[in-house]
């Protein structure tokens, strides 16, 4: 199941280099002609020179607009072993494993600037010889032994954070033999069938947008005949139809199941219904085959008004965009209105049988992710201790007493491997509070880091309510006694609450240290920094006017705001220690 998204017609084309020993010109076609963001053009390397363009960083197609690679081969032509094997030979598994180990080499040996190196895991068809018992044996089994590849292909490849092993036999599990033909091959060396690489190209595309901070963060469920069969307000919490032995209550109650699963990745669930509050939370609290508790979700809005605005209420309360929403309802009708209504609201296409739901949105993929963070798996936690926050904002007369009652705690530490994964995430992610909206891949973000002349801190902010994770990046580059602000992120949960002027406070102290005598802020706009820009509009710092260079003498550094309590670790981590800079 695909998602439309609406195209900006100044949106980056991303060039994708398809290296392989098959006829991948098909794959290249899909990828290239596809409207759906991000936007690709594929071109293919030589036919079957898989290690002459690897091995040669001179090459032609190592030029710098290549963004992206997919290394896609059959194990016979990466493991000699393995053909032998074919030929009923027998083989030594450490033979096949020094064999993958120096494919594996050579897929490292892509050039830096390459952000994406996507290589399909090896799959065979149907076609090939089957030896019954003897597929799993440890020295004649082909089944054991593309096992046994597989396995230390990814294991050899983990730690290369650009590099990422799709697993294409879930492609063959979905078109079965139709994956395979054995007709394209010997006419055209294209052993895979139409269907099976348009499923390909769709998980390339998906994971590019998983990388590119493009993934979905919000789920939008109904609850009647959605959550559970029957109308609560009809039948009552005790009638719905969920878990037991009815089979369509265990469809409702897997489904379920498979909502608490995308929960536990860090998608935030939320419910747009038309119903009684009260009954329909009832329902949630009382019913003992309930799945999902009303702490599973971020928050709802049970109403009867119309869901569409009902929708924009509740994703202006998260502080999210519609581009982050997916919506779904059993009703036509109503997934008609959103779809109209809000169009960069995703409304997937929802079965009426109930028992092929759970399938549906476990093969969504629009919330592919690279990893899950801790900040992911807390994500509806921290939103209701902003529900706490909002309330205490009620009792106070002034934002001063607000952000004073809250003992907002600051953390400062440097960029370093522990945190590398979410410094990287939400340098990825954020767009509303982003200086310069760099987008970098976890190699880079290390790499620029390491340099002499590099800074990098990272900001982690809790209060009395609860821990938000690390929600800042701020980097600066010292040259010629001036250090120029390069990133400058915050998420957005944590916006107007003293945290940007307080991560300012450390990045003056810290450039004045390294004896920088000024602080150089260039503004670079995108449709949704704005927010960035008024920060810093209204931070006291000298303004060029219509440049958006802003600058901050220091001789002595900005000040702390006295509402925020801020610590420095030291770079090991053992230890932290109380600083008043």
Same mark, same amino acid.
């Given at each position: 199941m695909s998602m439309t998204t609406e195209l900006s017609k100044t949106e980056p084309i991303l060039d994708f280099l398809l290296i392989s020993n098959l006829n991948l010109s098909n794959l290249a076609a899909l990828l290239s002609k596809d409207?759906? +963001?991000?936007?690709?053009?594929?071109?293919?390397?030589?036919?079957?020179?898989?290690?002459?363009? #690897?091995?040669?960083?001179?090459?032609?197609?190592?030029?710098?607009?290549?963004?992206?690679?997919?290394?896609?081969?059959?194990?016979?032509?990466? +493991? $000699?072993?393995?053909?032998?094997?074919?030929?009923s030979?027998?083989?030594?598994?450490?033979?096949?494993?020094?064999?993958?180990?120096?494919?594996?080499? +050579?897929?490292?040996?892509?050039?830096?600037?390459?952000?994406?190196?996507? &290589?399909?895991?090896?799959? &065979?068809?149907?076609?090939?010889?089957?030896?019954? #018992?003897?597929?799993m044996d440890l020295r004649q089994g082909l089944s054991l032994a593309l096992m046994r590849m597989n396995l230390r292909l990814v294991e050899n490849l983990q730690n290369d954070?650009?590099?990422?092993?799709?697993?294409?036999?879930?492609?063959?599990?979905?078109?079965?033999?139709?994956?395979?033909?054995?007709?394209?091959?010997?006419?055209?060396?294209?052993?895979?069938?139409?269907?099976?690489?348009?499923?390909?190209?769709?998980?390339?595309?998906?994971? =590019?947008?998983?990388?590119?901070?493009?993934?979905?963060?919000?789920?939008?469920?109904?609850?009647?005949?959605?959550?559970? /069969?029957?109308?609560? /307000?009809? =039948?009552?919490?005790?009638?719905?139809?969920?878990?037991g032995i009815d089979p369509i209550g265990e469809a409702f109650r897997d489904f379920q199941l498979a909502l608490k699963a995308l929960k536990r990745r860090g998608v935030l669930l939320g419910i747009v219904s038309k119903n009684e509050e009260s009954t329909a939370l009832e329902a949630i609290r009382s019913h003992p085959e309930m799945v999902l508790r009303q702490d599973d979700f971020a928050g709802w809005r049970i109403n009867w008004e119309d869901k569409a605005q009902n929708i924009v209420d509740l994703v202006s309360e998260l502080n999210l965009g519609l581009q982050s929403v997916v919506f779904v309802d059993d009703s036509p009708i109503e997934r008609a209105r959103v779809r109209q209504a809000l169009p960069e609201v995703f409304v997937p296409e929802w079965p009426a049988d109930v028992m092929g739901r759970k399938s549906v949105l476990m093969q969504l993929r629009c919330f592919d992710a690279p990893l899950v963070t801790t900040e992911d798996v807390g994500r509806t936690n921290m939103y209701f201790a902003e529900k706490k926050r909002r309330a205490a904002r009620t009792e106070v007369a002034s934002l001063g007493e607000w952000l004073d009652s809250l003992n907002i705690r600051v953390a400062a530490e440097r960029l370093h491997e522990a945190n590398l994964d979410r410094a990287t995430q939400l340098?990825?992610?954020?767009?509303?509070?982003?200086?310069?909206?760099?987008?970098?891949?976890?190699?880079?973000?290390?790499?620029?880091?390491?340099?002499?002349?590099?800074?990098?801190?990272?900001?982690?902010? +809790?209060?009395?309510? /609860?821990?938000?994770?690390?929600?800042g990046v701020a980097s600066f580059v010292v040259r010629d006694g001036n250090a120029d602000v390069v990133d400058f992120v915050l998420s957005c949960r944590a916006m107007g609450r003293k945290v940007e002027e307080t991560m300012l406070h450390v990045m003056s102290v810290y450039a004045r240290s390294a004896g920088a005598t000024g602080l150089h802020i260039a503004?670079? $706009?995108?449709?949704?920094?704005?927010?960035?820009?008024?920060?810093?509009?209204?931070? /006291?710092?000298v303004s060029n006017g219509d440049d958006k260079l802003f600058t901050l003498h220091l001789r002595e550094a900005y000040s702390k705001p006295a509402t925020t309590h801020l610590v420095l670790f030291d770079s090991s981590q053992e230890h932290a220690r109380q600083i008043d800079l």
């Open positions: 409207e759906e +963001s991000p936007m690709i053009r594929a071109v293919t390397a030589p036919f079957g020179q898989v290690m002459q363009v #690897l091995l040669e960083p001179a090459s032609e197609f190592w030029c710098k607009g290549t963004q992206g690679v997919v290394v896609w081969t059959s194990p016979e032509s990466v +493991s $000699p072993s393995y053909r032998r094997l074919l030929e030979e027998e083989v030594e598994p450490e033979e096949l494993m020094h064999e993958v180990d120096e494919f594996c080499g +050579s897929i490292k040996a892509v050039p830096s600037h390459v952000n994406y190196i996507f &290589v399909p895991s090896w799959v &065979v068809g149907p076609f090939e010889k089957r030896m019954g #018992l003897l597929d954070s650009r590099i990422f092993v799709l697993d294409a036999a879930r492609w063959v599990a979905v078109h079965g033999e139709k994956s395979f033909s054995q007709r394209l091959w010997y006419l055209s060396k294209t052993p895979f069938g139409f269907e099976f690489l348009k499923t390909a190209a769709a998980e390339i595309k998906a994971a =590019v947008r998983a990388l590119t901070g493009e993934t979905r963060k919000l789920l939008l469920v109904d609850l009647d005949e959605t959550l559970w /069969g029957g109308i609560v /307000g009809d =039948v009552g919490w005790q009638n719905v139809r969920l878990g340098l990825n992610k954020t767009n509303q509070m982003n200086l310069s909206t760099r987008r970098m891949t976890k190699e880079e973000l290390r790499n620029w880091s390491q340099q002499p002349e590099n800074t990098v801190f990272v900001f982690r902010v +809790s209060d009395k309510f /609860g821990d938000y994770g690390l929600v503004y670079i $706009p995108t449709p949704k920094n704005q927010p960035c820009l008024r920060f810093f509009e209204k931070a /006291g710092l």
